[in-house]
């Protein structure tokens, strides 16, 4: 019996070990403009929204493979704003930022979109939010139902083995 718990035991918490770190790593959960939209009008600022909060690292825009002038500044812990300092000119642009979440992982995410000049405007990060939001806890969800699985499995395989001992003694 005391060797289940402790296999139950020492389950239970590598589990914990390997879901802390998976919830703890900032991911990219909504941008504005988002990956590949056309935008016009007057974009000034670029958003992007992550799941903890992060420091910016290196933010650089590129004008069909140029490098654009664009500053980044936090507008909360979990929100980006980048500047883009110049107005834009009609074509492709790819934004790449570099940046260290709280988990000390330093990570990268790109996202390209087309600038036209008379294409609607951008919405703000807010009105794209719920669905970011929603994945990332659809995620929170999922390690949730692991660890009550492993936790149900557990005490299944336990009582089981304890029918077993039980038998073995009485014979």
């Known amino acids: 019996?005391?060797?289940?718990?402790?296999?139950?035991?020492l389950l239970s918490l590598s589990l914990g070990f390997f879901v802390e770190p998976a919830l703890?790593?900032?991911?990219?959960?909504a941008t504005s403009p988002s990956e590949g939209?056309?935008?016009?009008?007057?974009?000034?600022?670029?958003?992007?929204v992550f799941s903890e909060p992060v420091e910016v690292e290196a933010t650089e825009l590129y004008d069909d493979g140029v490098l654009a002038s664009a500053a980044s500044r936090t507008s909360s812990p979990n929100v980006i704003l980048i500047d883009v300092e110049a107005p834009l000119s009609e074509g492709l642009?790819?934004?790449?930022?570099?940046?260290?979440?709280?988990?000390?992982?330093?990570?990268?995410?790109?996202?390209?979109?087309?600038?036209?000049e008379s294409a609607p405007e951008a919405l703000s990060v807010v009105s794209v939010m719920p669905a970011?939001?929603?994945?990332q806890s659809r995620r929170v969800w999922l390690y949730v139902i692991a660890a009550a699985t492993l936790a149900v499995g557990a005490v299944v395989v336990s009582r089981r083995w304890l029918?077993?001992?039980q038998l073995e003694r009485s014979r």
């Open 93 to 116: 642009y790819r934004l790449t930022v570099r940046y260290l979440s709280l988990d000390g992982d330093t990570s990268e995410v790109s996202l390209s979109f087309n600038y036209l």
């Open 37 to 48: 939209q056309t935008v016009g009008g007057a974009l000034t600022t670029l958003q992007l």
């Open 24 to 29: 703890a790593h900032g991911d990219l959960i």
């Open 132 to 135: 970011a939001l929603e994945e």
């Open 1 to 9: 019996m005391r060797r289940v718990a402790l296999v139950v035991g």
């Open 163 to 165: 029918r077993v001992r």
